[in-house]
């Protein structure tokens, strides 16, 4: 399971049981929800550390391999690239 799904499901995890633990005090439900919504990100920011690097380094990784294959498909658009010996037609 990539970092991104562990991530999210952990932050949304993390706000359902805040809702839950809300969910008996006396307040407009509304708030509750908008109380959980702030507590939940806070803690997430502490606790959910580990999994929101994996993820940043798992996004960063994703766009450098579209740079490059952006790069060498310019090239060889262009008619910079040198066909490598197994890619020849026969």
């Not at 991104?4 to 949304?12: E, G, H, N, S």
């Not at 929800?33 to 798992?58: C, H, K, Y």
């Not at 740079?67 to 040198?82: H, N, V």
């Amino acid at each position: 399971m990539s970092a991104a799904v562990k991530y999210t499901l952990a932050r949304i995890g993390l706000f359902l049981v805040v809702v839950a633990a809300l969910w008996p005090v006396g307040m407009n439900l509304f708030l509750k929800l908008m109380v959980a919504l702030i507590f939940s990100a806070a803690a997430s920011f502490f606790l959910l550390r580990g999994w929101r690097d994996q993820m940043a380094e798992e996004v960063a990784a994703a766009a450098e391999r579209r740079r490059a294959e952006k790069e060498r498909l310019r090239s060889a658009l262009a008619g910079d690239d040198q066909p490598v010996e197994g890619d020849r037609p026969h």
